[in-house]
């Protein structure tokens, strides 16, 4: 076994079991990276000299193959409604298979940090076959300096097999797919899936179970401070614009996915950003588009024309197409991934019903309520079987990642929102003036104004008034946007036709609250939508 690059021997890879690796390939950089994926046929490079790989059957994640431990230690933890659990008797034979699988292959070692605030790092240790993988994760976490490198000791190992496949009937899972989790050991175990982004979450999903019992609140969301100190937190499921919207040149960047806020105020837990891809452009999105065509960049089934020539509008691979660099291929970005306590939540739904505002400002109680409910919509079209608007209702904005019930996500996140008086906004990015196929989508324009003003205090001196459905305040009149826009009923060619709309939704966002109501005090239920109007 050869072993090249900076490394500990005493804490290597023959302390977790794959001493029989023909080659181990110990924190190569990028230029090594990109010369062994090549070497090996996993990836090609653009003409603006990114790595483009493509992923085959998975080009998304595969939440319904994902298992959690389940021991003495996780039994009273773990949210059981939401995880799949796996005994830890097929763990282990998952363990050993995927060892002796291992055994004659070439395997990439990087050492990585998962949070930059010291207190609350987790070290991680990533094992996989694909050089390609490799760099992902490079892009993704937080690099060590050279000298803490020669001292590393993981926290979390994460062993990534994509040619390995599971036997369900042997290891306890549901395909030849498996990410299964053992939370207790600090491993997870990847088998029969390319898709780079599993990496990424199994991080996320430690760090979402060991931080709530230290009083950190783990959050699926982007995040950016003003010249001023006054940082900003954005949650939001994917395609609601958070990567988008937290990219300001006007205010720099901590990270666009993942962040904790614990007592010295938040940090991110990456060191790069995995920006979605589809239909970018350069006049949209300028620094991630730059991003896209650098050396050092990760290019997920992005489809290239015979020049090698990515075209970012080709979905004919999927939709779910991405970038992954580093987080100092963007401008304004922050070194340190650090930021003081948030002075505004920013809660952010692609509403395709089209009836939600284009922003609301929200209690505590309400911010609780839509933390907890999660809610973004599908459209028509991007999946197979949606002909209509289709609510989504992903609790913390990041369901399939929480190991822990949602109410200890919920409460940690209210009482830090009273500590610190924190003003929250609900942002609806998605349709006006009709569903989708009839209105149009929001303009970002008067998105980015409305932000605009919610981030510097404008937005709280303007008049209000109580959205009938919803319960919360909304905005009458604000400088350099459309008024028309700030009441959706208005924007609706048919206002009995809004009116159902409203009602359709009102009521499937009461009906997804069921199962949070016994978890919950009463302030928090009278926050749901419908109370109001009910009461009158």
Known sequence: ???????????????IGLGGAARVNYNLNESELYEAALRAGEAELTIDGALRAVTGQHTGRSPKDKFVVRDEHTDPKIWWDNNKPMSPEHFEILRQDMLAHAAGRTLYVQDLIGGADADNALPTRMVTELAWHALFIRNLLIRPDRATLTSFQQKLTIINLPSFRADPARHGCRTETVIACDLTNG???????????????????????????????????????????DSAVFFGLSGTGKTTLSAD????????????????????????????????????????????????????????????????????????????????????????????????????????????????????????????????????????GVTEPEATFSTCFGAPFMPRHPTEYGNLLRDLIAKHEVDCWLVNTGWTGGAYGIGRRMPIKATRALLTAALT????????????NFGFAVPVAVPDVDTTILDPRSTWADGAAYDAQA?????????NFTKFENHVDSKVRDAAPGVLAAAE
């Open 457 to 468: 205090g404008e937005l709280k001196k303007v008049e209000f008034r109580t959205d009938e």
């Open 249 to 384: 040149p006007n205010r720099t960047l901590i990270g666009d996915d993942e962040h904790g806020w614990g007592e010295n105020g938040i940090f991110n837990f990456e060191g790069g950003c995995y920006a979605k891809a589809i239909r970018l452009s350069a006049e949209a999105e300028p620094e991630i588009y730059a991003a896209t065509r650098r050396f050092g960049t990760v290019l997920e089934n992005v489809v290239m024309d015979e020049n090698r020539v990515p075209d970012f509008d080709d979905t004919s691979l999927t939709e779910n197409t991405r970038s992954a660099y580093p987080l100092h291929f963007i401008p304004n970005a922050s070194a340190t991934g650090l930021a003081p306590h948030p002075k505004t939540i920013i809660m952010l739904t692609a509403d395709a019903f089209g009836v939600m505002p284009p922003i609301a400002r929200l209690t505590p109680e309400q911010a609780m309520y839509h933390f907890l409910s999660g809610y973004t919509a599908k459209v028509a079209g991007t999946e197979k």
């Open 187 to 229: 491993l997870v175990l990847i088998g029969g899936t390319s898709y780079a982004g599993e990496n990424k979450k199994s991080v996320f999903t430690v760090l979402n179970y060991l931080l709530p019992e230290k009083g950190v609140m783990p959050m699926h969301c982007s995040a950016n401070v003003g010249p001023d100190g």
């Open 503 to 511: 009602t359709k939704l009102v009521n499937m966002f009461i009906t």
């Open 1 to 15: 076994m050869e072993a090249l690059g900076v490394h500990n021997p005493s804490n290597g890879i023959a302390a």
